[in-house]
């Protein structure tokens, strides 16, 4: 272990920060956070929001953010459509033209539901918005697909370390744009462990407001030199690659899809158990006979789904042994 207020921390941030900036697609700070991708959320929220917050709403987690956002004390509402459905930009127009809000959360890739949301559809309606604020989760997406920060007009861009990066769980990464850096010099009652302006004075010195998961940091070097030994171009093609592998296989078996065709996740697969099989039973086999783990569906659709994971570490070969091992079960 190295002590995390001395060169050696200072020296592992600076080497992994130009990596962390190019995966973000930003020249603003990236921040490590020694926490799960919720407290960065929740953070989002107690930093930026002021007048009123619209809570794009579409599956477990996106609709979650709204009950924290209340929570929090905050004057929120939902922009609600059903689960398996994306995010329409035209519905988040309507509501930001009253005026109401300065704020909206978004969750890009929606892991309950398998929606990935038409962000760049999304980002040129907010465009329009120069006063509100985008805090955009990326926990099953980033560094899967290309996602550009800067050139999107992203305030917060946050993403956990179990998921899309296969590292470890309990440390985030997040990066701020300079509006939101402002709104934030404006909100009272911001709190320390998660004040985004001590994470940009600390950032600047190399260093966290307080004590980093020094081991997480270590992990996510390796992963950062692995994901660009691979290359970038390289890694979004094999997402694209593998998630392809589990469509086919899902239309093969008969299966029918969550989320609706055209906002498919690039990263998971939410499917739909149209067969009237035993998910449970299924996933439990699975892990007997083949010790591989799959999710038997998220909070209310339990059963009714179960969702195939292609992002991280998955290559061809682990995907294929995956769908063979499903078909063995099945
Ligand atoms: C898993 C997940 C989260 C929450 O992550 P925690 O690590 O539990 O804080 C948030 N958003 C999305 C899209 C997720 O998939």
């Known amino acids: 272990m190295i002590g995390h207020r001395g060169e050696d921390f200072k020296n592992l941030y600076r080497a992994i920060y130009p990596k962390l900036q190019k995966l973000f697609g930003t020249r603003q700070p990236v921040f490590l956070s020694t926490s799960s991708a919720w407290a960065v959320m929740e953070a989002s929220i107690r930093n930026l929001a002021d007048r009123g917050v619209l809570c794009c709403m579409c599956g477990a987690f996106s609709d979650k953010w709204f009950d924290v956002a209340k929570r929090c004390g905050k004057n929120a509402e939902p922009l609600q459509v059903d689960w398996g459905k994306h995010i329409d930009r035209r519905d988040i127009d309507r509501q930001l033209a009253t005026g109401k809000f300065d704020t909206v959360t978004l969750v890009h890739n929606e892991t309950s539901t398998g929606v990935m949301n038409p962000l760049e559809e999304i980002c040129s309606i907010l465009a329009k918005y120069p006063d509100v604020a985008l805090i955009l989760d990326t926990v099953s997406s980033f560094s899967a697909v290309e996602i550009d920060m800067d050139a999107l007009g992203i305030d917060v861009m946050l993403t956990g370390a179990q998921k899309a990066l296969a590292l470890p769980p309990g440390f985030s990464l997040f990066s701020v744009s300079e509006k939101a850096f402002a709104r934030a010099g404006k ?112 909070g209310k659709i339990r059963g009714e789904t179960f969702r195939l994971s292609n992002m991280g570490d998955e290559t061809e070969e682990s995907v294929s042994h995956l769908l063979a091992c499903l078909d063995d079960v099945l």
Request: with cysteine; proline share 3%.
């Open 187 to 298: 909100i009272a009652n911001r709190g320390f462990y998660f004040d985004f302006l001590e994470f940009k004075k600390e950032q600047a010195q190399w260093m966290t407001p307080s004590t980093p998961s020094i081991a997480h940091i270590h992990a996510l070097q390796s992963k950062l030199d692995e994901i660009f030994e691979e290359g970038l171009q390289a890694r979004f093609d094999r997402h694209a690659r593998t998630n392809a592998l589990v469509h086919d296989w899902v239309r093969r078996a008969g299966f029918d899809f969550f989320a609706e065709e055209g906002f498919r996740s690039k990263t998971l697969t939410c499917v739909k158990n149209n067969k009237g099989i035993d998910v449970l039973e299924f996933a439990r086999e699975l892990r007997q006979k083949h010790h591989l783990v799959i999710d038997p569906g998220y």
